[in-house]
Nanobody, 126 residues
Framework: EVQLVESGGGLVQPGGSLRLSCAVS????????MGWFRQTPGKEREGVAN????????SYADTVKGRFTISHDNAKNTLYLEMISLAPEDTAMYYC???????????????????WGQGTQVTVSS
């Protein structure tokens, strides 16, 4: 069983930056894909970025390319999402996710990730 706990959310002004963390406990391996998703009330949960733990390959949604960076610290077994140039449209609950399949399979499809954290709120507002 994999447990995921997000942290780092908060209120930030437009143009600001924030780093989210996701502490991972339980068994994971290099074959796992991990990702970040976000959701606003009344909308579908959307994939933001993923990373394959086996080789570090990443992929991003078009809406965040060039602004968000996903990374994983193997020693700390922690997933990160570095966000810059934040805009009000980035306001959402952000979730960490993991799956034992490769990112080639799970991509950014929420229905293909087995493990989820509880989320951390990010609010971008002046």
């Amino acid at each position: 069983e994999v447990q995921l706990v997000e942290s780092g959310g908060g209120l930030v002004q437009p143009g600001g930056s924030l780093r989210l963390s996701c502490a991972v406990s339980g068994y994971t391996s290099a074959n796992y894909c991990m990702g970040w998703f976000r959701q606003t009330p009344g909308k579908e949960r959307e994939g933001v970025a993923n990373i394959y733990l086996g080789g570090g390959k990443t992929s991003y949604a078009d809406t965040v390319k060039g602004r968000f960076t996903i990374s994983h610290d193997n020693a700390k077994n922690t997933l990160y999402l570095e966000m810059i140039s934040l805009a009000p449209e980035d306001t959402a609950m952000y979730y960490c996710a993991a799956d034992s399949n490769s990112c080639f399979y799970v991509r950014l499809r929420k229905d293909r990730f087995a493990y989820w954290g509880q989320g951390t709120q990010v609010t971008v507002s002046s």
